[in-house]
């Protein structure tokens, strides 16, 4: 609404109870503004602050602290939130230098009013002015960043992603990319096509079926061994699993990022996948850099009619996609819809 409010439980309470004039107002707000657009900007710059203290090794508390005591790191996150929010929507600015960043967070808290005075909206707005000021120099100007924020998978999008798919085994697969293991570098078309028939197993889980697959995201301790051996990454490790990036694999195959995304889209335009389902997917293919390491989502959107690859049908059992043999199985799955 255009200003911070005081940071207070009587100001809080307010807002989130049912019929004050401060709640209505601020429901008024969020309706013009928008529901989905907030969540997108918040899951944005949560991400990039992440990505500062990825880079810096450090957890926030520890960057923005001097001392052990850390009371005061909800009041100081809030204002720091606001104010990276500020800087990177109001002012259509990107991160340029996450190290940059991290290093102007550096000890902040120092430098900002905490007392008692700190929660009133004149003083947090302060903070906010000067957080911005010391961390100006890690942005710069970039009109076309938004394309990176709406309707696009963030950090926090993939890691839940990727905690789902230890439990809803059915809806969600994980792969570690295309290319051999073996050193040899070389394209592993069998697993291409194995992602194909995957899209039409989960597109036939049902008609409010909706699933996702990743590629760069390993779920065999083995294999990320290799991958550290063949490529000198650091994996990410989200639970159970290890997000090993296909950045590595763009690299090793002399590709953009871009052109290694595109590698992708062409072999599942140039495959027997039915329509409607091919389009669906081409339309919801998405790449996250994931702190340098790069993950592609390959969203199956919902189908009303069963999907086929050729005159082939496939489903999941649980992690596993399986042909359907027989006309019974195929009825089966036909029935789901």
């Known amino acids: 609404m255009g200003s911070v409010i005081d940071r207070s439980k009587d100001a809080l309470d307010l807002i989130y109870s049912e019929d004050t ?13 928008g529901r989905d657009r907030l969540k997108d900007e918040f899951k944005f710059c949560i991400q990039e602050i992440e990505s500062a203290c990825e880079l810096s090794g450090k957890k926030l508390r520890e960057i923005i602290f001097s ?84 309707s696009n998978h963030t950090a926090i999008d993939l890691d839940a992603i990727i905690r789902r798919s230890e439990a809803e085994l059915s809806d969600y697969e994980l ?27 989960i597109a036939n889980n049902g008609p409010n079926a909706f699933g ?6 390993s779920d ?6 290799r991958i550290k051996e ?48 091919k389009s669906d997917v081409l339309s919801n293919i998405d790449y ?13 959107p919902t189908q009303k009619n069963i999907s086929f690859v050729g005159d082939d049908v496939y489903w999941r059992s649980h992690d596993n996609t399986m042909a359907a043999s027989g006309a019974k199985k195929i009825a089966e799955i036909t029935a789901r819809f």
């Open 288 to 300: 996250n850099d994931y702190f340098g390491l790069g993950v592609i989502v390959i969203a199956v």
């Open 175 to 201: 792969k570690q990319g295309c290319l051999n293991l073996d050193g040899s570098g070389a394209i592993n078309e069998e697993v291409i096509d194995r992602v194909i028939n995957t899209v039409c197993a």
């Open 230 to 277: 063949l490529y000198k990454v650091a994996p990410r490790s989200v639970g159970k699993r290890d997000v090993v990036g296909v950045a590595r694999e763009a690299e090793k195959l002399g590709l953009g990022l871009d052109k290694y995304l595109m590698l992708w889209k062409q072999r599942i335009e140039k495959s027997a996948l039915s329509e409607p389902l």
């Open 212 to 217: 996702k697959i990743l590629i760069g995201v």
């Open 67 to 150: 001392k052990k005591t850390t009371n005061a790191f909800p009041s100081v996150f809030a204002v720091i939130f606001i104010a990276i929010h500020e800087v990177i929507i109001r002012e259509k600015k990107k991160v340029s230098n996450y190290v940059a960043l991290s290093n102007s967070l550096h000890n902040i808290v120092d430098r900002l009013e905490t007392g008692r005075r700190s929660t009133s909206p004149d003083e947090r707005q302060k903070n906010i002015l000067a957080v911005k000021g010391l961390i100006s120099g890690a942005f710069v100007e970039d009109a076309e960043a938004y394309k990176l924020i709406y």
């Open 21 to 33: 004039a401060e709640a209505k107002s601020t429901l008024a707000a969020l309706d013009v503004y």
């Open 220 to 225: 065999k301790a083995a294999d990320t061994a």
